[in-house]
């Protein structure tokens, strides 16, 4: 066991008129996260520390903050790998505070919903009530695979240099599954997702200066994503942008050697 010091950032927007680190020092032995000392620290030193949680596993993007000046998964984060007798812990950047370490990404989320981040397709009656999937192949899904394991974590968020010049920039996450969804080949909303993403402080303000990829803990790399966005909205504006949007895949054969192959296509229970 080796003892640490952890210097976490407070503010009660309520109470608090600025800022503050307040330092802990706690027990920590091999394997431990900073999720876990802040846990430590929560249960056993201050219960009015505030943080955001959940899967502790990666997954869900809970526990974004800054660790030592960087932007990291707070739960796989090992404390020892640190390398260092003083971990400061901060909310993530570019974000107002709900308290302590609490970012809030509403903002964000409201854009994100902006984009329309689902397939969108002129079948609606199919869409509602399928039937069978649509077919894709192994190359069309390798088009956007890598963009979809997108966490909504918001690190991109604070290494990104437009976010904190333009409180109307869509942001990188935001922006990256613009693309994912637009590159999908089953999806033919690019053009009602334009209307979202061609404002003023939008696509043309990202500079590329890829921090946002940088920051990303999952290798999404919503910087190429949204130069490959932005590459489909010219071809749009130019009317070079044509896109053949996957079908419904065909029903099995009723009669023949492989009429046992394909089971039936279950039907909708609402």
Known sequence: MREIKFKVFRFDPQKDKKPYFKEYTIPVKEG?????????IKENLDPTLSMRYSCRMGICG??????????????????????????EVEPTQNLSVIKDLVPDLRPFFT???NIKPYIIRDDREEMEKPTREYKQTPEE????????????????????PTCSAYDDFLGPFVLAQAYRYSADSRDSGFEERLKAIDKTHSI?????????SAACPKGVDPALAIQFLKKIAVAKSLG??????????PAPPEKGPNKDKYPPAPKPTV
């Open 240 to 249: 070079g942008f044509k896109k053949k949007v996957a079908e419904i895949a």
């Open 141 to 160: 899904l390798l088009e956007f695979l890598q963009f979809s394991y997108c966490i909504k974590c918001g690190l991109c968020i604070s290494l990104c």
């Open 62 to 87: 809970s526990c974004g903050m800054i660790i030592n000046g960087k932007p990291e998964l707070a739960c796989h984060t090992q404390i020892l790998e640190l390398k260092s007798e003083t971990i």
């Open 204 to 212: 043309t303000n990202c500079h590329f200066a890829t921090g946002c």
């Open 32 to 40: 431990m996260t900073v999720l876990d000392a802040l846990i430590y």
């Open 111 to 113: 854009k994100h919903r």
